[in-house]
């Protein structure tokens, strides 16, 4: 009797864009739903995310270029500079669902609930990975805010461009948990919850969970840092008039004690 034998499936993670409308999708057989999973290429497997990832399973270079620009139309604020990550999937049917140490991914078969849900943890990573990047430009930049609050000035701060900033950091955060929900449950475990132990080994190899917590503080840093910085652009917007108020009555008085004299 022949021993089953090992293969070995090239894994491609690309972040497309803000988001991914799949309900337009006309190519591709589908083979299971949340997420949906389709067949592409030659012999090769896509799993699609309604927030803007796509995980490709076994295409060649060419396949996978033909395959995304069929993917163009569908995509939603498409990102300048795609994110994207690779990593290996070995196919070993004596072995079990496991991580090693370099970082390939084994899987006992290749069955499509196995593949969404490695596809669901990717897809996870490379968003995470995205937004910690913008929030921590965001979240650096408020250090020249803290100082300067210190010192007791806030002339200097351009607070309309950190404003932007800020507002586009709470934008990604309502993305992201809107949309991504990195800490829910993948769909796929209802129908196969024996995938359980797979799941949790994949997310501590990536460590979400982690990273996620970290995340949190820094938005929560963020938007205090908003709160504070908001509350101070209206106290002095308010002493501003509450000067112009006080100059127009002081200009006033002077205006009818000068009439009094003339006369």
């Known amino acids: ?24 999708l006309e190519e591709g057989v589908v083979l299971a739903t949340a997420p949906l999973i389709i067949r592409a290429g030659h012999a090769g497997f896509a799993v699609l995310f309604r927030y803007g990832v796509v ?41 079990e669902d496991r991580i090693g140490n370099e970082g390939r991914i084994y899987l006992t078969d290749s069955c499509p609930e196995r593949l969404q849900l490695v596809a669901e943890v990717l897809a996870r990573e ?12 965001v979240f650096d930049s408020i250090e020249p ?23 586009e950091v709470l934008l990604a955060e309502h993305r992201m948990v809107g949309r991504v929900e990195l800490l829910e449950s993948p769909e796929v475990l209802w129908i196969k919850p024996e995938l359980e132990r797979l799941f949790i080994r994949l997310e501590r190899e ?5 990273r996620n917590r970290a995340l949190d503080r820094k938005l929560e840093v963020i938007s205090d840092t908003a709160e504070t910085l908001l509350d101070l652009i209206q106290t002095r917007s308010s002493m501003k008039v509450e000067w112009y108020i006080v100059l127009l009555i002081v200009f006033e008085c002077l205006l009818t004690l000068y009439q009094m004299f003339v006369r």
């Open 1 to 24: 009797m022949s021993e089953p034998s090992i293969s070995q499936i090239g894994v491609q993670v690309l972040l497309l864009g803000e988001r991914l409308d799949t309900r337009r």
């Open 55 to 95: 995980v490709l399973f076994g295409l060649a270079p060419m396949e996978e270029a033909v395959f995304l620009a069929s993917l163009g139309k569908l995509v939603a604020d498409p990102l300048p500079v795609q994110g994207r990550e690779s990593v290996d999937v070995v196919i070993d049917p004596d072995g």
């Open 126 to 137: 490379l968003v995470l990975e995205h937004y910690e990047t913008r929030i921590a430009k």
């Open 145 to 167: 805010l803290a100082a300067s609050l210190s010192r007791g000035s806030l002339r200097k701060l351009k607070t309309k461009d950190l404003l932007i900033q800020i507002g």
């Open 206 to 210: 990536y460590d979400l969970t982690a």
